[in-house]
């Protein structure tokens, strides 16, 4: 099956410094992938939409200065998250669709910790 | 706005006992509904999705369009099946997946 890779799997930083999440597609193309926010024992909430060779859709209420997105290629997405600070300490995931148009694939998650 | 509902963060049963893990949704459109698993340590995957009518591992889930529902069922609880399960809708429009707050299934024995 497709399978989605996520590096790093975890990261510490000190508060002010940016932080890059790379997400990859390792045996399909994906042309549009997607960036997910986990709070502890919460959902998954999408925070934006990586289209390859246009710019990232974001939802509501995320910063787009603060988690830039680019998708350089049809297997490689990376979120940046820019003068990270505590409250970003998170979960994120990342996915992208498969042949089926809704079935996504999941990568296993970067847990981001903000000092 | 579409929305996912699962009232419950837990639930615990036995082992033999069944397992209804509930889901309502809130959508104007057509709904394409899904059920996510994710296993201790594991990233998130596709358990079963209500298009296809199937039966993975034990486990079904019937649309009802009337009460809106899209409740996961298995007969007979297995320890195996302890896990966050959630439960997703599909919105066509960006081909988004918006995900109820999940349910933490314990299967105890």
């Known amino acids: 099956g497709a399978v989605v890779s996520q590096h790093p799997s975890r990261v510490i930083c000190k508060s002010g410094t940016s932080v890059k999440i790379e997400c990859r597609s390792l045996?399909?193309?994906?042309?549009?992938m997607f960036w997910y926010r986990q709070f502890p024992k919460q959902s998954l909430m999408l925070m934006a939409t990586?289209?390859?060779?246009?710019?990232?859709?974001?939802e509501q209420g995320v910063e787009k200065d603060k988690f830039l997105i680019n998708h350089a290629s049809l297997t490689l997405s990376t979120l940046t998250v820019t003068s990270a600070h505590p409250e970003d300490s998170s979960f994120y995931i990342c996915s992208a669709p498969g042949r089926s148009y809704n079935e996504q694939f999941f990568g296993p998650g970067t847990r981001l910790t903000v000092l | 706005a579409q929305r996912v509902t699962q009232p419950e963060k837990l639930l615990s049963v036995f082992k033999g006992a069944p397992v209804e893990l509930k889901c309502n949704y809130s959508?104007?459109?057509?709904?394409?509904l899904f059920w996510y698993v994710q296993y201790s340590r594991q990233r998130l995957q596709l358990l079963l999705r209500?298009?296809s009518r199937e039966s993975i591992k034990g486990f079904t889930a019937d649309l009802n369009k009337g009460e809106t529902s899209f409740h996961l069922k298995k007969p007979f609880a297995q320890e195996e099946d302890s896990a966050m399960y959630y439960c997703a809708l599909f919105t066509g429009g960006g081909n988004k997946l918006t995900f109820g707050t999940g349910t933490q299934l314990k299967v105890e024995l």
């Open positions: 045996d399909f193309q994906a042309t549009t």
């Open positions: 209500h298009i």
């Open positions: 990586s289209n390859e060779g246009s710019k990232a859709t974001y």
């Open positions: 959508y104007s459109g057509s709904p394409e």
